[in-house]
């Protein structure tokens, strides 16, 4: 098999790869219609309403970092992971019956929105620390990048036809289809009960403790580089991966458009993003520092492209490039750290990865929407901008300094 796709040879990642590529566009289809029925529906075209309705979909990361860890880390993934899948096709299916009775209010969204974030608190670190499960060491780096394919696939292909749908059939029944795309997931994830030898969990402790959660940032603390990348990822997502809130307000505030265009635009940055995942997926080991601050001050120039573009086509085609850059990030940082990291210690590095980039989406949210009503949606793009150079600085200073400290080791 060529090499971007070769972890697909084994069988058991081929089943949970076209799972969860099914899953992700439902995932994407629910999204789409949220942020919508939210912009143009529950509230007076507010993008600081998809702001707070983001930051209680993302908070969760943080709030329950101390325990996700440890459950990806101690509780047999495959187990944990067909829990928080069905829960997830339950909130859709609460969600879809609330849209469908024609009495769903702002309120009840947001609920289910931190309902929905706690779930995923659980299942992002048990979902990326259970491809370990299914590959071995040299097939990783590939496994992750094709997760990334399959995620940003998904997000090409989800918010397309969710416009096309909510024109179509309304937000509610969107919902709805969103319940079914999780059963080929929760199909492949109980035939591995079968088809995989079980992972022993650490059970040395039967309980979470603030020691055991501090393990995660005491691993990433010893190495610098770690912990820069993880300063890195924290800048550049707290306002770069809000787009859903910025780009909301784009169709609305800017080119007056509807829920197709919303969708489009999606798809557009998402054409970005899966070439990024290929560029890491067809990677022979993991990306190195120096690129990844490259990559950053890449995500930097698109951004500011990106808001002073004129019109909605050139708009829309320089998403590609935002799309490329914060995907090619975000996918490498974690390629990097679970590389890098020790097995046993992967799902609370990993935890930690996910609360970090997850996290501060959610910091972000609200700011990304208000500066989006009262300066206007281009310049909340142009935030991220900002937040992408100090990145690069930061990446460029660190490497200064550690190119400093080693002449004077030589010199003595």
């Known amino acids: 098999m060529s090499r971007p796709f070769r972890s697909l040879s084994n069988p058991n990642y081929r089943l949970w790869f076209g799972g969860a590529f099914i ?36 908070a969760p990361q943080i709030l329950l970092l101390p325990i996700t860890g440890w459950a990806a880390d101690r509780m047999e993934r495959r187990k944990l992971l067909f829990i928080t899948q069905s829960l997830m096709a339950m909130l859709a299916l609460i969600l879809g019956l609330l849209v469908l009775s024609g009495h769903v209010e702002y309120w009840q969204v947001c609920v289910c929105a931190f309902a929905l974030g706690c779930v995923a608190a659980f ?28 995620f940003n696939s998904a997000r090409l292909v989800g918010p397309a036809i969710a416009g096309i749908l909510i024109a179509l059939i309304g937000t509610g029944w969107v919902f709805m289809i969103n319940v079914l795309s999780f059963i080929p997931l929760l199909f492949a994830l109980y035939l591995f009960k079968k088809r995989l030898s079980v992972v022993a969990p650490n059970t040395s402790k039967a309980t979470p403790d603030v020691a055991k959660f501090l393990d995660g940032f005491r691993y990433i603390w010893q190495y ?21 809130v910025y780009l909301s307000a784009m169709t609305v505030h800017v080119f007056q458009g509807h829920a197709d265009q919303y969708g489009f635009l999606i798809s557009m940055m998402a054409i970005g993003s899966i070439s990024g995942a290929m560029v890491t997926a067809s990677r022979r080991s993991s990306p190195s520092f120096r690129s990844m601050i490259y990559v950053a001050a890449l995500f930097s120039v698109s951004c500011f492209l990106v808001s002073i573009s004129a019109s909605f086509w050139s ?10 850059s914060l995907q090619l990030f975000t996918t490498s940082t974690v390629s990097y750290m679970q590389v890098a990291t020790e097995k ?19 910091l972000g949210a609200p700011l990304v929407g208000w500066v989006a009503d009262t300066l206007g949606a281009r310049w909340s793009i142009g935030m991220g901008g900002v937040s992408g150079l100090i990145a690069t600085a930061l990446g460029f200073w660190f490497l200064h300094t550690q190119a400093k400290a080693a002449r004077k080791e030589s010199v003595s």
């Not at 580089?225 to 924290?234: A, D, Q, R």
């Not at 046993?344 to 959610?362: C, D, E, N, Q, W």
């Open 23 to 58: 899953s992700n566009i439902g995932a994407w289809l629910q999204r789409t219609a949220q942020d919508w029925i939210v912009i143009a529906e529950l509230s007076d075209q507010n993008a600081s309403a998809v702001g707070f309705v983001v930051f209680l979909q993302f």
């Open 123 to 150: 299942d992002a670190p048990a979902r990326h620390a259970f491809v370990s499960d299914l590959v071995s060491e040299k097939e990783l780096s590939n496994a992750v990048g094709l997760n990334s394919v399959a």
């Open 224 to 244: 610098k580089e770690m912990t820069v990348i993880l300063v890195m990822s924290f800048l550049i997502c707290s306002l770069g991966m809000n787009f859903s």
């Open 315 to 324: 708009f829309a085609v320089l998403l590609i490039l935002l799309g490329l």
């Open 344 to 362: 046993r210690y992967r799902g609370r590095v990993m935890a930690v990865v996910l609360a970090t980039a997850m996290g501060s989406t959610a």
